[in-house]
């Protein structure tokens, strides 16, 4: 099964720190390696290359753009045997935030992705 997760940050916190982007590009490179890992990448904010286009009361707006309480600041795409695989990568990308990058506080999302075959 596939899953989209993403980590979610609870403030702006910048530039993560190197030691945190080798440990994950190591481990993304045997993902990828091994076929668990699909796409995975940073995401900007809005402010730094980004759009927020909305349907509100039969109108569609591009902006305004308020501050966000909970920043996406990256995404994976995995293939996983269950849900409980899935949440237990979330944590040990939680632990990775936690060893280095430890004033980082936030949540990872993960949703199973559905594709034509599944309809």
Same mark, same amino acid.
């Given at each position: &099964? +596939?899953?989209?997760?993403?980590? +979610?940050?609870? /403030?702006?916190?910048?530039? $993560? $720190?190197? #030691?945190?982007? *080798?440990?994950?590009? !190591?481990?993304?490179?045997?993902?990828? #390696? /091994?076929?668990? &890992?699909? *796409? #995975?990448?940073?995401? /900007?904010?809005?402010?730094?290359?980004?759009?927020?286009?909305?349907? %509100?009361?039969?109108?569609? %707006?591009?902006? =305004?753009?308020?501050? #966000?309480?909970?920043?996406?600041?990256?995404?994976? @795409? !995995?293939?996983?045997?269950?849900? *409980?695989?899935? +949440?237990?990568?979330?944590?040990? &990308?939680?632990?990775?935030? +936690? !060893?280095?990058? =430890?004033?980082?506080?936030?949540?990872?999302? @993960?949703?199973? &992705?559905?594709? =034509?075959? *599944?309809?």
């Amino acid at each position: &099964m +596939k899953y989209l997760s993403w980590v +979610k940050s609870n /403030s702006e916190y910048g530039v $993560p $720190p190197a #030691a945190l982007t *080798d440990a994950i590009a !190591q481990s993304g490179a045997e993902q990828f #390696a /091994s076929g668990k &890992m699909l *796409d #995975a990448g940073g995401l /900007s904010t809005l402010r730094e290359g980004g759009a927020k286009v909305s349907l %509100t009361g039969g109108k569609i %707006t591009d902006g =305004p753009y308020s501050e #966000a309480k909970e920043l996406v600041g990256g995404y994976a @795409i !995995q293939n996983h045997a269950s849900l *409980d695989e899935a +949440k237990a990568g979330a944590v040990w &990308m939680l632990e990775l935030h +936690k !060893q280095h990058w =430890p004033e980082w506080e936030g949540e990872i999302e @993960i949703r199973q &992705m559905f594709g =034509p075959e *599944d309809f």
